[in-house]
């Protein structure tokens, strides 16, 4: 499948596999609207974008409330610029004992994370349906498959984001809609930093680089896959734990992640 030509807009481009997305979109010939909090690293990005010749638009807007989304919204579809792909990458972490970690930033994973990726990706597939054209690449991470304890709201979360967007990948095929979902593990982005976690060095988990995270996704959205594990060792891992007990894979995350957090 080839993605359809048209305006890309990448939520969370900012930084990370947001912004190496934004980058590969542009040199695919997409102009970019970028979409984030960071005025600073928008515009940075921006102008990089630009001085290579690509076209790239910058919203600063908090998608983690309702006047984010419709500024995102209004800015595009709501003023006649059809967007014909939707990259939903805003999300952050959490990582702890459920019982220690503040209420609010809880609120904010789940307001950020489950429902503007649901909202985002509901308002944008009607006007890709009533087109019958356009892709969706929704950001979860290999965290979806199985419990995680002490980073049990953000796997929760983004077990909500895959299962949500393998379910849609069937609904919205025969609308000419394509609906694809970027499944990577540690990535060496700021994620860590912002969820107060230790990096993949103190793990057995592999580590990708974001650029290298970001072209395994899009070429999945090119063929059309319903989801795509970046790195064949998550897919090892991932197999292997549907062959035991579902509490084995809870006990294991939870060896590991009682120690992520960082002193």
Same mark, same amino acid.
């Given at each position: 499948?080839?993605?359809?030509?048209g305006l890309a807009v990448v939520t969370g481009?900012?930084?990370?596999?947001?912004?190496?997305?934004?980058?590969?979109?542009?040199? /695919?010939?997409?102009?970019?609207?970028?979409?984030?909090?960071?005025?600073?690293?928008?515009? $940075?990005?921006?102008?990089?974008?630009?001085?290579?010749?690509?076209?790239?638009?910058?919203?600063?807007?908090?998608?983690?409330?309702?006047?984010?989304?419709?500024?995102?919204?209004?800015?595009?579809?709501? $003023?006649?610029?059809?967007?014909?792909?939707?990259?939903?990458?805003?999300?952050?972490?959490?990582?702890?004992?459920?019982?220690?970690?503040?209420?609010?930033?809880?609120?904010?994973?789940?307001?950020?994370?489950?429902?503007?990726?649901?909202?985002?990706?509901?308002? +944008?597939?009607?006007?890709?349906?009533?087109?019958?054209?356009?892709?969706?690449?929704?950001?979860?991470?290999?965290?979806?498959?199985?419990?995680?304890?002490?980073?049990?709201?953000?796997?929760?979360?983004?077990? +909500?984001?895959?299962?949500?967007?393998? $379910?849609?990948? /069937?609904?919205?095929?025969?609308?000419?809609?394509?609906?694809?979902?970027?499944?990577?593990?540690?990535?060496?982005?700021?994620?860590?930093?912002?969820?107060?976690?230790?990096?993949?060095?103190?793990?057995?988990?592999? /580590?990708?680089?974001? /650029?290298?995270?970001?072209?395994?996704?899009?070429?999945?959205?090119?063929?059309?896959?319903?989801?795509?594990?970046?790195?064949?060792?998550?897919?090892?891992?991932?197999?292997?734990?549907?062959?035991?007990?579902?509490?084995?894979?809870?006990?294991?995350?939870?060896?590991?992640?009682?120690?992520?957090?960082?002193?």
């Amino acid at each position: 499948m080839t993605a359809p030509a048209g305006l890309a807009v990448v939520t969370g481009a900012s930084s990370g596999i947001g912004a190496a997305l934004a980058r590969l979109l542009s040199a /695919e010939g997409r102009p970019v609207l970028l979409v984030a909090r960071s005025k600073d690293a928008l515009e $940075a990005l921006q102008g990089e974008i630009r001085a290579a010749g690509g076209e790239a638009g910058v919203l600063v807007a908090d998608l983690g409330g309702p006047g984010g989304r419709d500024a995102l919204w209004n800015a595009t579809e709501g $003023a006649g610029r059809a967007v014909s792909l939707l990259v939903n990458n805003a999300g952050f972490g959490l990582v702890g004992p459920e019982a220690e970690l503040p209420l609010e930033r809880v609120r904010a994973l789940l307001e950020l994370n489950v429902v503007t990726t649901a909202e985002l990706t509901h308002r +944008f597939l009607v006007a890709m349906r009533a087109r019958r054209a356009g892709a969706i690449l929704n950001v979860s991470s290999t965290s979806a498959f199985y419990p995680t304890p002490f980073f049990s709201v953000y796997g929760a979360s983004k077990a +909500f984001v895959l299962n949500f967007s393998h $379910a849609l990948h /069937e609904e919205a095929k025969p609308d000419g809609v394509v609906v694809t979902c970027l499944v990577p593990g540690y990535t060496k982005t700021n994620f860590h930093a912002v969820a107060h976690m230790k990096g993949a060095e103190t793990t057995p988990f592999p /580590e990708m680089s974001a /650029e290298a995270v970001a072209k395994i996704g899009l070429e999945a959205l090119r063929k059309g896959k319903a989801f795509a594990v970046t790195h064949p060792l998550d897919r090892l891992w991932i197999a292997s734990g549907r062959l035991v007990p579902r509490w084995v894979p809870a006990k294991i995350g939870a060896r590991f992640f009682a120690k992520a957090k960082l002193d």
